[in-house]
């Protein structure tokens, strides 16, 4: 992000004008259920860009998620990021079908620079899913990377709602800088 806006004159006396130049972020849903069907437009109107990641061609296209800017069928989860590197704009968002998928794509995702990681899971869900990341050799600061469970703490059950929270605390997350 470029700090400055307006017109400035340089030290020779010419002038220059500035504008605020942002790349905007990137959410990258992994899953093309309910909840990502819900969240990918929301995503969108604050902003986001928005990429859906599935293995189900029936779940992952173009007519379930029109709003997306790019829609793609994974072979498996197993390699969630192949043509998609989340980078230090990338908010990671996990809504996958099953806690295996949940886990394979929450390792991957920790191996990023993602700005933000957040993944859809009760807290039981994510205590089991704690201890098989340390396991695998994950660190405590790796885990504290991830929001789980994800989004505001709203009182969110419908995917609509859940959607919101989510994008909620991706908003907040954003707002907060680097």
């Known amino acids: 992000k470029i700090g400055v806006h307006g017109?400035?004159?340089?030290?020779d006396g010419r002038q220059v004008h500035a504008e605020a130049i942002e790349i905007p972020a990137r959410a990258v849903i992994c899953g093309a259920g309910h909840v990502a069907r819900a969240l990918a437009p929301i995503a969108e109107s604050a902003g986001f860009q928005t990429l859906v990641l599935d293995d189900r061609p029936e779940f992952a296209n173009k007519e379930r998620f029109p709003?997306?800017?790019?829609?793609?069928?994974?072979?498996?989860?197993s390699d969630?990021?192949?043509?998609?590197?989340p980078d230090e704009h990338s908010f990671v968002i996990i809504v996958t079908r099953g806690h295996q998928h949940d886990t394979a794509v929450l390792?991957?995702?920790?191996?990023?620079?993602?700005?933000?990681?957040?993944l859809m899971s009760s807290r039981t869900k994510w205590k089991r899913i704690q201890a098989a990341l340390l396991e695998a050799g994950f660190?405590?600061?790796?885990?504290?990377?991830?929001?789980?469970?994800?989004g505001l703490a709203i009182g969110?059950?419908?995917?609509?709602?859940l959607a919101i929270s989510i994008v909620a605390e991706m908003i907040q997350v954003r707002a907060e800088g680097v």
């Open 7 to 11: 017109s400035a004159a340089l030290p």
């Open 80 to 85: 969630a990021f192949a043509d998609v590197a």
């Open 67 to 77: 709003s997306a800017s790019r829609v793609v069928v994974l072979a498996s989860f």
């Open 107 to 118: 390792m991957q995702a920790l191996r990023t620079p993602a700005r933000y990681i957040g």
């Open 139 to 150: 660190t405590a600061a790796d885990i504290e990377r991830v929001h789980s469970p994800v």
């Open 156 to 161: 969110a059950e419908t995917p609509g709602e």
